[in-house]
């Protein structure tokens, strides 16, 4: 007859991967026990290194160990064991720490009425303690919490979860225990209201699979702030058209210099804080694509990518080349106009010496100067394919870059290979090409195309005729 266990059973949390098995369980004053070993090591050995730590930290250090023994005062052991599995000296970790398993704690009574340190059959053992154990539960690795949160602009908060499903994360947002918020979704996407501003409001996800549900995490936002006052100029798009908007939202990396900046207000130059503002204003303008360049991939993967699809967009991101490559650009295109059906990308460096690309540089080539200065460049050039939600309407062929300036090249250099380098990608059958034609003016426009797919300008309050390029403007 086994001996009854004082005390309630408590978990002990098995994440298991290939290659190891981690073990995590609450001890006694709310003091937490971890072990990670090999996967394929035997059961009996890490069960034999538990009770050694279990040893330790009852004593807080192994020196007190040492000491309490020659003094010939009893220290404390522990057995491990476990418990509902049948076990053989070849089990493994793997095969022992299964759903359901138990692992038993005790230590051992060293003055035993007996004389042994096991207790006799029936007795109650107060200091032995069951954990079940729960393996690979759904769990939330870590949140991203904006820095800086804004009302009336959507906020993302994002998730890096384990063993859950992704869109089945429970979000809650409270303001003093009383909840304003709730969604379910792999990541929190939501607008605060005007009159929370100056609240600090606290964040709860709980991971889930299925009917499993893992532990809650919590994490709290800034105070709220009011948006910075700013006059707007919304043009109205005439019926039949669409916009472009195209946006250098300058990425966090080349901010951390001020002196690059005088003029800039600190606050401007911190990426959340600027980040909300450029998404406040993609709202305004509501165009149906964006082309964003100097995008940090965090702030992709964090920002952009989870609010614009909250709004109604999908997205795509092409990260330059080089080891500078934290940034690139990104395309969205609002689901209500377009989709898109192909995507590709090309870092122009990296195909300047590639011989499926040599008519793309074409007479550059041949200028050694210039041509050091083209192998330097990670600009990449990002193309999607959009097609219409009207079927009858043509589709479209956008392409996305940054282009690069240095003053040992021609203007028109910059330019060049990035619209061969369109041509290049644009080869395909002519049933999947679109005929229409886009002329950007200037830089971070908003542009009008008609529906047609025949021509567009770079001047908001413009929508007929072709304007002319200026090289001293620049353009992305």
Same mark, same amino acid.
């Given at each position: ?8 059973a ?17 001890w006694?004053?709310?003091e ?5 070993r ?16 279990l040893?330790?930290?009852l004593?807080?250090l ?15 052991t522990?057995?491990?064991?476990i418990?509902s599995?049948?076990?053989?000296k070849?089990?493994t970790?793997?095969e022992a720490f299964?759903?359901?398993a138990v692992l038993?704690v ?6 035993a ?10 007795d ?20 991203h ?25 429970q979000?809650?947002v ?6 304003v918020?709730?969604?379910?979704a792999?990541d929190l ?9 100056g !609240?600090?409001?606290q964040?709860?996800c709980?991971?889930?699979r ?10 709290t ?10 006059p ?17 939202v300058l ?7 001020? !002196?690059i ?6 606050p ?18 509501d ?10 991939l965090?702030s992709f ?8 699809? !909250?709004l ?5 991101? %092409? ?8 940034e690139?650009?990104?395309? *969205?295109?609002?689901?209500?106009a377009?989709?898109i059906v ?8 990296e %195909?300047?010496d590639d011989p499926?690309f040599?008519?793309?540089f ?16 990670s600009?990449?050039?990002q193309l999607?394919?959009? !097609?219409s939600?009207d ?6 062929i956008?392409?996305?870059?940054h282009l ?6 021609r ?11 369109a ?6 059958p002519a049933?999947t090409?679109s ?6 003016h ?6 009008g ?13 413009? *929508? ?7 090289a ?5």
């Amino acid at each position: 007859m086994a001996a009854r266990l004082g005390g309630a059973a408590q978990r002990c949390v098995v994440r298991a991967v290939e290659d190891f098995v981690e073990l995590t369980f609450m001890w006694r004053n709310g003091e937490t026990i971890g072990a990670r070993r090999p996967s394929a090591e035997s059961v009996e050995k890490t069960l034999h290194r538990l009770a050694l730590t279990l040893t330790k930290r009852l004593t807080a250090l192994e020196g007190n160990v040492k000491k309490k023994a020659r003094r010939g005062a009893a220290v404390p052991t522990f057995a491990v064991s476990i418990e509902s599995v049948e076990m053989t000296k070849e089990t493994t970790n793997w095969e022992a720490f299964v759903d359901g398993a138990v692992l038993r704690v005790q230590q051992l009574a060293v003055d035993a009425p007996d004389g042994s340190s096991e207790p006799a059959a029936g007795d109650v053992v107060p200091n032995a303690t069951a954990y079940t154990c729960v393996r690979n539960p759904p769990a939330v690795l870590s949140l991203h919490v904006p820095s800086t949160v804004f009302t009336g602009v959507p906020v993302a908060v994002t998730s890096a979860l384990e063993f859950a499903n992704s869109d089945d994360a429970q979000w809650i947002v409270t303001r003093n225990h009383h909840t304003v918020y709730k969604a379910q979704a792999r990541d929190l996407v939501f607008c605060p209201d005007p009159d929370l501003v100056g !609240e600090v409001l606290q964040v709860v996800c709980t991971p889930c699979r299925g009917d499993t549900v893992g532990d809650a995490v919590e994490a709290t936002l800034p105070a709220i702030q009011q948006l910075p006052p700013r006059p707007w100029i919304n043009p109205s798009i005439p019926a039949g058209w669409q916009s472009i908007v195209s946006w250098n939202v300058l990425a966090d990396a080349y901010t951390r210099q001020p !002196e690059i900046f005088p003029y800039v207000e600190p606050p401007f130059l911190r990426k959340d804080y600027r980040g909300h503002l450029v998404i406040d204003e993609l709202r305004t303008y509501d165009a149906a694509v964006c082309c964003l360049q100097e995008v940090d991939l965090t702030s992709f993967d964090r920002s952009f990518q989870p609010v614009m699809a !909250e709004l109604g967009y999908t997205g795509t991101f %092409a990260v330059k080349g080089g080891a500078d490559g934290v940034e690139g650009c990104a395309i *969205f295109a609002k689901n209500s106009a377009f989709r898109i059906v192909t995507e590709q990308s090309l870092v122009l460096s990296e %195909a300047y010496d590639d011989p499926q690309f040599t008519d793309l540089f074409g007479p550059y080539a041949t200028w050694t100067e210039q041509a050091e200065i083209f192998r330097m460049v990670s600009t990449v050039c990002q193309l999607v394919h959009l !097609e219409s939600a009207d079927a009858e309407k043509t589709p479209l062929i956008v392409l996305n870059t940054h282009l690069y300036y240095h003053r040992k090249t021609r203007v028109h250099a910059h330019c060049a290979p990035a619209m061969k380098a369109a041509h290049f990608m644009i080869r395909r059958p002519a049933s999947t090409r679109s005929s229409c034609q886009v002329h950007s003016h200037g830089c971070n426009t908003q542009m009008g195309i008609k529906d047609s797919g025949s021509r567009c300008t770079g001047r908001p309050d413009h *929508f007929s005729g072709r304007p002319q390029f200026d090289a001293r403007n620049g353009c992305d």
